[in-house]
């Protein structure tokens, strides 16, 4: 049974970085596309950027676009995301998943989510 | 992009009952159709893929159909741990996108 665990969030300042992290266990990391979706307190999920398999394509929101930076080690198992830039609105519960077969696939496995608040 | 709209957005059902909810894309998005449940404070779950076909370890009661622009999704008797929020999402292309969701109350 595939899991992913996330980590790395916290309470920073409007304008400051964070990076989070995402490991995968139980599964072949390597060969899934996985993403980062999020969830504003109190409202609906929303999905911020996908990293292929290889990493050799990358999509991201436009909410989202030129802030965040998606990337994966495969040697790790590990999913990252570079915060930048960040807004009181990027405020949210952070989920990896990982695309069920394909690129472009439901999102079979998901972490417990990693909270971050961002706030003056 | 593609628009996801869910409804109801709330639905109040008692044990047993047959509950329907529904989900309307703004184009055709064929079958790339996903349904997840989620819990308060816990992750979302996936139920359905491909608009009809159930994840492994899904019980029977749920069942999704549509194709284009319209779907379901059925869950036939509901029991006391099917009480949570509803989502559905389109995985044709990018951005993906999800419905605003819906929250199956006990009535």
């Known amino acids: 049974e595939g899991q992913l665990l996330e980590s790395g969030g916290g309470l920073v300042q409007p304008g400051g970085s964070l990076r989070l992290s995402c490991t995968a266990s139980?599964?072949?990391?390597?060969?899934?596309?996985m993403s980062w979706v999020r969830q504003a307190p109190g409202k609906g999920l929303e999905w911020v950027s996908l990293?292929?398999?290889?990493?050799?394509?990358?999509y991201y929101a436009d909410s989202v676009k030129g802030r965040f930076t998606i990337a994966r080690d495969n040697s790790k198992n590990t999913l990252y995301v570079q915060m930048n830039s960040l807004r009181v609105e990027d405020t949210a519960v952070y989920y990896c998943?990982?695309?069920?077969?394909?690129?472009?696939?439901?999102?079979?496995?998901w972490g417990q989510g990693t909270v971050v608040t961002v706030s003056s | 992009d593609i628009q996801m709209t869910q409804s109801p957005s709330t639905l109040s059902a008692s044990v047993g009952d047959r509950v329907t909810i529904t989900c309307r894309a703004s184009q055709s998005i064929s079958n790339w159709l996903a349904w997840y449940q989620q819990k308060p404070g816990k992750a979302p779950k996936l139920l359905i893929y491909d608009a009809s076909s159930l994840e492994s370890g899904v019980p029977s009661r749920f069942s999704g159909s549509g194709s284009g622009t319209e779907f379901t999704l059925t869950i036939s008797s509901l029991q006391p741990e099917d009480f949570a929020t509803y989502y559905c999402?389109?995985?044709?292309?990018?951005?993906?996108?999800f419905g605003q969701g819906t929250k199956v109350e006990i009535k």
């Open positions: 999402q389109q995985y044709k292309s990018n951005p993906w996108t």
């Open positions: 139980g599964f072949t990391f390597s060969s899934y596309a």
């Open positions: 990293i292929s398999y290889s990493g050799g394509r990358i």
């Open positions: 998943a990982k695309s069920r077969e394909g690129t472009t696939d439901a999102f079979d496995i």
